[in-house]
Every structure is written in C-alpha cells, then in structure tokens.
C-alpha cells in the first residue's frame, strides 16, 4: 500500500528464537522529522532500526520507504543506499582512514569519480567538524571523533533518513554531547532521523516525537513535552520520571 | 666449502633458480586458491562450505611427498603426464592452498561481523563488502602466517628432488655424487637455504611495515 509517509512500518514483529522481541510496532516518520525512540534494555527499539535496512530482516510486518516495500523488495542494496545508519560501535573500516571511510560508500556503491568523492568526503566531515582528521586511521581518532565519522560517512550517501542506533552508548559524558550537538545541527537542517537513544535531554529538546518503548510494544508516543510531563501511561511516567530524577530535565 | 661453491656455483645458482621459481608460483598461486577455499568455506552454501572442508582435510591429512607421487608417478596411468617442475608446482600449489585457506579462515573471522554489517548498510552486496572491507583487513593480518608458509615452502620445494625435478636439492646431490664430498657439498647447500630465507624474511618483514595501518594489529 503507498503512502505519504517517508518511512512507515506496519505491525513490525520479530523473534529471536522463542523470545519474540517485536510484538506488533507501527509507527510512521514524514520528511524532515526527528523521532527518538527510548525505553529499558532489551525492548526491541534497536531491532527496529535493523529490521528498517534488513540488516536483520523482520519476522513478519511491512516497512515502506515512499512507495516501497522495503521488506519485500528485490533490492535491498539501493533502499540501503536511501537509509544512513549510524552504529553504536563506530562500524568504521579499520583499514581506511577518516575521509576513505567516507568515500568507499560513493566510489565502490555509488561509482562516482574519485576527485569527486574525496571532495564530498571532505565537505561531509567539515560538516560534522572533523575535517582536520581526514587522514587519521579509526585507531587514532576518539570515540566521538569516530562516531562524527560514521555521521560523515552516511550523510555523504545523501540519504532520505538516517538512523541512530544508540549512537553515544560507547561515549564518555564529553564526547557524548560533541556527538549531540552534530546530531542536533542535522534535526535542524531538516534531516530525517529516528533515533534509538538513552540521552533524555536530547530527545526532549530534539525530537519532534518520543516513542516509549517497552516488552516489545509502543507503549506510548507523543510530543516529548507531553511524555515527560503529563504522559498517559503509568509505566511511561515511571520510566520517565526515574531518569528525570536520575538526570535532571536535561539541555536547556 | 668455499672451493665447492667457486667450482659448482653455476650449477647451484641454476638450481637454486628453479627452486625460487618453484616456490614463488607454489606460493602465490597457493595463496589465490587458499582465498577461494577459505571465501568458499565461511561464506559458501552447505555443498561447497562441505566439499572445501572435505578438500583441506584430506591434503592436510596425507604427506606432501604421497601427494607428489600421486600426481607425477600416479595419473600416468590415466594418461596425464607432466614434467617433473610443473608435477611438484601442482602438488605444491594444492598442498600450500590448503594450509593457507586455514591460515586466511583464521584472520578473516578474526575481522568482526560488524566490518561487515557495516558495508551493507551502505548498500554493497555482501561480496562487495567481503572483497573491500573483509579482505583488505584479514590479508594485512595473514602476513605474518605467508611468511611461514613461504620460508616452508622454500624447504619443502626440495622433496621436488625425488622426482627429477631440477632444484638446489638435485644440483647438490649430484654434485655430491661426483666428487663424494657430502659433507662439504651439503653444507654449501644448506647455507644457501639459510641465506635465501633470511634475506626474505627480511624483505616480508619490510613488506609487512609498509602496508601496516596505524593501530590495526589492536583492533578487534
């Protein structure tokens, strides 16, 4: 079925093995909208974001990128193309330095000319403020140093949407707001991001909508003003208010 | 010794010649078939992952020098006959991709699924990534294992002696065999060996430095 959406999925579910992790997620994002999705450990919010690209590909549901099914099209290489993503672990080839990290997408996927890759390269990582270390190896660079790389590196692909998947959970405080404040900048160019995250402050002060996630259902979506201060669910306040009393209300 | 080598150097440096040609192609070509298998074992379907398994199991599990007779004193009777070099090369080259298919499976599961995940999600094919991401990384890592498996080869290379084929090995034995000095004429011989295979481990040693990337041999 087509749809207006960007993004839309429709009663995603998935298993691994026995434990079903996704039990039945729709949710829609339109272009240039900023989504967090958040909640305990274990609540399937990451394995939406591998189901999306088929990375891990879903037990059952539908997953539409404009017009097209994601999960049942034939090319999935060109729909990855479309879809940045963003890791938690950096997923930097170890062997490229900061700007081939961001080239080899665009010589090797997309056949673009060299000279002309390197100069996207470069634009992509001044973008994100790393535009000195574009010759550095992942093994010099620090965790948000390379983080901005793996930003850099899916952004070069001109993506439609891009998606994060708790990409400051291997960061210490500092780097973790240098990571925040290129992510930030992105919601406000208008890119499209749905974002797995525990960073409270952020998805309050950024996202357009909060997605409470919990046992493998949305337990509740809204404004992120509404969630945090007058949520509908008893579970959301609690999860909420827990991390605003651990945290403080966050940014601003 | 010294007047062993002045008398007969023409005829050891030939021999030695065909010693270096022999390892050289054993060994590149072993290692084009040892990336083949290992690929074919890790990321084939079940046949082929089972028949490469089967493959390296048997050549690993039987003496090169059986291997060698098969091929030059055994398919004859089937109507295929080589030339003692190109009968040792073959044997060589089947026996040094086996060993180097385990040597490789090694360092590509040693590069991590994300490597690879990673490439996907920028939409190559798995193959793409495998050839651009997976390989550049368990290749850097497989140098060390090569150089072994080239300082082997070097040596074992001699067992080519057993069937006529003309390197260092035979020059010397029948050098040897002339004027009944073993000691001195193998001495000779052995330190050629020696040297050979210094100066290579060096040049590896210099080889592996170069295309060596900051950090790397640390990553997981």
Known sequence: MPTKHLLKIEDLHHSFGEDEVLKGISLALNKGETKVIVGPSGTGKSTILNNIIRLVPPVSGKIYLEDVEITSTKKINQIRQQIGFVFQDFGLFNHLTAKGNVMIGLTKVKKMDKKEAEKIAMEELERVGIGGFADSYPSQLSGGQKQRVGIARALAMKPKLILFDEPTSSLDPELTGEVLTVMRNLAQEGMTMLIVTHEMGFARTVADELIFMEGGHIIEQGPPEKLFKNPEHKRTREFLFKLTDLYGEGEE | ?220
């Not at chain 2, 190559?124 to 140098?143: D, E, F, N, Y």
Request: include cysteine; proline fraction near 3%.
């Open chain 2, 1 to 220: 010794m010294l007047d062993i080598f002045l008398d007969f150097y023409p005829l050891l440096f030939r021999g030695l010649g065909v010693t270096l040609l022999i390892t050289l192609i054993s060994c590149t070509s072993g290692t084009i078939l040892g990336i083949f298998l290992s690929l074919g074992k890790i990321y084939g379907n079940k046949l082929v992952s089972r028949t490469v398994t089967a493959f390296i199991a048997i050549i690993r599990g039987t003496p090169l020098l059986v291997q060698l007779f098969i091929i030059y004193y055994g398919l004859p009777a089937y109507g295929i006959r080589f030339a003692p070099i190109t009968a040792a090369v073959i044997s060589f080259i089947i026996n040094s991709g086996a060993y180097q298919a385990e040597y490789l499976r090694g360092s590509i599961q040693s590069v991590s699924s994300g490597q690879l995940k990673a490439a996907l999600s920028l939409g190559m094919t798995k193959w793409m990534g495998i050839i651009h991401v997976v390989l550049p990384q368990a290749l850097r890592r497989v140098i060390p294992a090569w150089t072994n498996e080239f300082i082997y080869m070097i040596k074992y290379s001699s067992l080519a002696y057993v069937i006529g084929a003309k390197e260092l090995m035979t020059e010397g034995k029948l050098i040897a065999s002339r004027n009944f000095q073993f000691f001195n004429v193998y001495m000779v011989v052995a330190l050629i060996y020696l040297v050979v295979i210094i100066i290579f481990v060096h040049l590896f040693n210099k080889f592996e430095k170069k295309v060596a990337i900051p950090g790397f041999d640390f990553e997981r």
